[in-house]
């Protein structure tokens, strides 16, 4: 079994599930709640990645950070590396892809939140990052743990956007995917498969548990 490439695709998949805890709560919470004639647009493209082909977008990302691109430049002359083919970004890539994994499941959270609640934590003067922290997040908090789990356990199984931006680098870029990948190519089918079936298991695990902590946060709390 490949445990550095196993490790490496831990490590992106927190990562890039950090990052879209950040970016993608404020994200979810204004699609809700915005009146922008033109919303729908932004859930286009939020959305975008669910049905174009990996593939495709691992070459516009890769055209877009590549060493001839303002934004390849720019990072190349701040810390004197270049972003294709490496894990910073692979990173970047694996953000823009799990973005709907993320945000859709938070926006249904946020949009089934009793806007009466919100509304009454303003009237007692509470700032609107206080009311998002104190109210609709413990409302919503079943959907976002759903969103934060399918975004880590995607990451873990990304290949196509992957193998086009960051390659097959040992130890860099080759995430767990690329192996097995690579040990079917070779005709290793029993270490392709031992590694598929801790894949396998992992996530039933993961689903799992999180479908039990949903359930559980789910129900109503006892009264006396």
Known sequence: MDWQAISLSLRLSACTTVILIVLGLPLAWWLANTRWRWRFLAEAVVALPLVLPPTVLGFYVLMAIGPHSPVGQFYESLFGQRLPFS??????????????????????????????????????????????????????????????????????????VVLMVGGNLPGVTRTISVSIYDEVQALNYAAANQTALAMLFFSFFVLSLTYALQRRLLQPWPTR
């Open 87 to 160: 894990f910073q970004g692979l990173l970047i890539a694996s953000v823009l892809y799990s973005l709907p994994f993320a945000v859709q499941p938070f926006m249904s959270a946020f949009a089934t939140v009793d806007r009466r609640m919100i509304e009454a934590s303003w009237c007692l003067g509470v700032s609107s990052f206080g009311t998002f922290r104190r109210v609709v997040l413990p409302l919503a908090w079943p959907g976002v743990l759903a969103g934060i789990v399918l975004c880590f356990a995607h990451t873990m199984g990304e290949f196509g």
